[in-house]
T-cell receptor, first 117, second 115 residues
Framework: NAGVMQNPRHLVRRRGQEARLRCSPM?????VYWYRQLPEEGLKFMVY????????ESGMPKERFSAEFPKEGPSILRIQQVVRGDSAAYFC???????????????FGPGTRLTVL | GNSVTQMEGPVTLSEEAFLTINCTYT??????LFWYVQYPGEGLQLLLK?????DKGSNKGFEATYRKETTSFHLEKGSVQVSDSAVYFC??????????????FGAGTRLAVHP
């Protein structure tokens, strides 16, 4: 059973360009979470999505950042007009459903490391 | 607010040494507590968890006990191996039983084990 897939693993952008990060959840998982890890810091929650719905985007910067999880295809985190401060590792996690039990664990992908030049 | 505080790293140990990584939390309500491990270049993996006071989570020789009175969830291992070298994150979730899983992480503690 394949785990959470993220691509690309590494992404380099120049200031002002757009970055698109993709996350394919585990099979059977309909809940996706995005976290950002700045250098030498812990992960910070950004957004929680279910299929076609944004449930909680309280951790997303108000401008330039957006996320979607369409009915078909991967979840996308989009960063427009990137700045150097956006350089970080972006992790996606998926779970089967909300609440917590042995089936509701969040499984993390390997992350996308974004570097803004 | 809700937060997790971990001891700063790096922690450097010799193989077979005893490991403690301190973690304390601040939370409204009754959180569930977790330890995640991140090996170099990889995503986070759940190491162990505890969902209520006095629960002990354990896995791969690691243990942590949920102490409500001291709001702590310290990670311990009796004898570390070189392969345990990684970054360890303490985390909490609020809202079981229907609340969604927004993990709140500590800053992480890097562990380096030498032969």
């Amino acid at each position: 059973n394949a785990g959470v897939m993220q691509n690309p693993r590494h992404l380099v952008r120049r200031r002002g360009q757009e970055a698109r990060l993709r996350c394919s959840p585990m099979k059977g998982h309909s809940h996706v979470y995005w976290y950002r890890q700045l250098p030498e810091e812990g992960l910070k929650f950004m957004v929680y999505l279910q299929k076609e719905n944004i449930i909680d985007e309280s951790g997303m910067p108000k401008e330039r950042f957006s996320a979607e999880f369409p009915k078909e295809g991967p979840s996308i985190l989009r960063i427009q007009q990137v700045v150097r401060g956006d350089s970080a590792a972006y992790f996606c996690a998926s779970s089967r459903e909300t609440g917590w039990s042995s089936y509701n664990e969040q499984f993390f992908g390997p992350g996308t490391r974004l570097t803004v030049l | 607010g809700n937060s997790v505080t971990q001891m700063e790293g790096p922690v450097t140990l010799s193989e077979e040494a005893f490991l403690t990584i301190n973690c304390t939390y601040t939370a409204t309500g009754y959180p569930s507590l977790f330890w995640y491990v991140q090996y170099p270049g990889e995503g986070l993996q759940l190491l162990l968890k505890a969902t209520k006071a006095d629960d002990k989570g354990s896995n791969k020789g690691f243990e942590a006990t949920y102490r409500k009175e001291t709001t702590s969830f310290h990670l311990e291992k009796g004898s570390v191996q070189v392969s345990d070298s990684a970054v360890y994150f303490c985390a909490l979730i609020l809202g079981l039983s229907g609340g969604y899983n927004k993990l709140i992480f500590g800053a992480g503690t890097r562990l380096a084990v030498h032969p």
